[in-house]
């Protein structure tokens, strides 16, 4: 059952529609490397479209019907589109669930250090990362600082017009022959993933130039001088870090990718890929009221377990749905518990593309292959399936029914061999509520490194299934 390249059905509107969401989807990752980014972004591209905030609408008791468009917001961490159907809402919705969190370095709350005329921020990776596929590679600093007068300051450097940027450094290879004998895992430890920041030192604290006096010059002077330079750019301090969210990701904008600019590289693919074509599907139904209620999860932390308030494990999706039912006139607990029962969800997350260079891990004939379309994996999980949600016969042969009415090209996958490995997406959780749920998403090549490969044809194809899984 060797499916077609998505490529040979394309006339010339099609391919003009594809390169016209390949260059939005660019600029989409180029501009939104953090959750708070995205979840901003995706937020204004739905009041753009006609969406209001539920929490304004709570608070003004306006009341929800068909072709009513709300969004709800976590932490400035999670959003969730609700496009409200004909169909009582109780009758269950068709929700594409992806997220917006990616591998990264985190700085920790105390990071800032000196040492042998360095200064350097101390992380913590985030998610299942190489350590050292992040060393010697430009780096951009991303996100809030929280001060106590109430204060939030957005914080973006190296990734602007003419921005320094940062690194982490790595042992040059006259020296690493030890480095090369340790496996893998070890080359680079998780605990020396330390950020380079700055070389030079202030020579003085008095004053705001610099001065030669040796009398005045601080104890660490090249730290101090990075601290100068954040409270006049940022207006925050070293104790600021404590209540700070900034991320550590790769600096540069995603790109074309081959000579036939049929591929796109860049960072945070896992899971931007599937967030931004089910934010665009979404927005894609207009103002007409679905048959079923469409909604668009994004949450965050999936790649650390989907815990926390913004993640999906969070109550956020169910008391949402709650408060949208109770201005929608369907106030009543088993309401709510019949709405998710009857639903239905595209867990859009991910897939491992084939790459040859590594094809003793995959099993080819069940493996996702870029350029095939959209990808449907029946179960994920590891060894004998452990962690996944398995979809019921029953679900994907409707799904599959959707996507062929459509005309959209999808394939069906595995994570690799058996025992090969595995992994997991929130698809269990909500699968919890006894709704269908099955993953689908883009094949991706180097997951979870810096810079991640997807095909023009599949984010096209995405865009397409989501659409159709909406709407039908």
């Known amino acids: 059952m060797e499916r077609e390249v998505a490529w040979k059905k394309y006339d010339e509107a099609a391919l003009d529609e594809l390169e016209a969401l390949a260059a939005d989807y660019i600029d989409f990752i180029s501009e939104n490397k953090t959750e708070r980014e995205c979840a901003a972004a995706a937020i204004a591209a739905a009041e753009d479209a006609g969406y209001d905030s539920l929490a304004d609408c709570i ?21 969730i589109l609700v496009h409200v159907g004909a169909a009582p809402i109780s009758e269950g919705m068709n929700i594409l669930g992806a997220h917006i969190d990616s591998p990264r370095l985190d700085i920790k709350q105390n990071p800032l250090y000196e040492a042998n005329d360095f200064a350097l921020l101390d992380t913590h990776y985030y998610g299942g990362i190489k350590n050292y596929q992040w060393t010697a590679l430009p780096l951009a600093l991303h996100g809030v600082v929280a001060t106590t007068d109430g204060e939030v300051v957005e914080v973006n450097i190296g990734d602007g017009e003419g921005d320094p940027v940062f690194c982490v450094t790595d042992l040059l290879p006259h020296l690493g022959a030890q480095q090369m004998d340790k496996k893998g895992s070890k080359v680079v430890e998780g605990e020396d993933l330390d950020v380079l920041v700055g070389n030079r030192p202030l020579l003085s604290t008095a004053g705001s130039s610099d001065s030669a006096d040796a009398a005045e010059a601080p104890k660490d002077p090249v730290k101090a001088r990075v601290l100068a330079i954040l409270a006049d750019k940022y207006g925050i301090d ?23 600019r049929s591929m796109v590289i860049g960072y945070g693919q896992d899971d931007r890929v599937c967030a931004y074509t089910s934010l665009v599907a979404q927005l894609a139904l207009g103002d007409d009221a679905p048959a079923r209620t469409a909604v668009c999860v994004l949450v965050d932390k999936e790649e650390i377990g989907s815990v926390g308030a913004s993640g999906m494990a969070s109550m956020f999706f169910e008391n949402t749905i709650a408060e949208i039912m109770a201005l929608a006139g369907e106030d009543s607990p088993i309401a709510l518990r019949r709405a998710l029962t009857r639903s239905r969800m595209l867990s859009s997350d991910v897939s491992a593309g084939f790459d040859p260079a590594y094809a003793s891990v995959f099993e080819a004939k069940n493996s996702a292959y870029l350029g095939r379309g959209l990808v449907f994996n029946k179960y994920t999980g590891s060894r004998g399936k452990s962690g996944s949600n398995d979809a019921s016969a029953e679900y994907v042969a409707l799904v599959r029914r959707i996507m062929d009415d459509a005309g959209v090209s999808f394939q069906t996958a595995e994570l690799g061999r058996v025992d090969a490995g595995g992994g997991g997406t929130i698809a269990y959780i909500p699968a919890k509520y006894g709704m269908d749920v099955i993953d689908s998403g883009v094949p991706v090549l180097s997951m979870h490194s810096p810079w991640e490969v997807t095909s023009k044809a599949d984010i096209y194809e995405a865009r397409r299934g989501y659409e159709a899984f909406l709407r039908a």
């Open 238 to 260: 070293e104790e600021d870090f404590l209540s700070a969210e900034l991320e550590v990701v790769p600096a540069g904008r995603a790109r074309d990718l081959g000579l036939d």
């Open 59 to 79: 608070a003004a008791g306006t009341p929800v019907g068909p072709g009513s468009k709300l969004w709800a917001c976590a932490q400035g961490k999670a959003v």
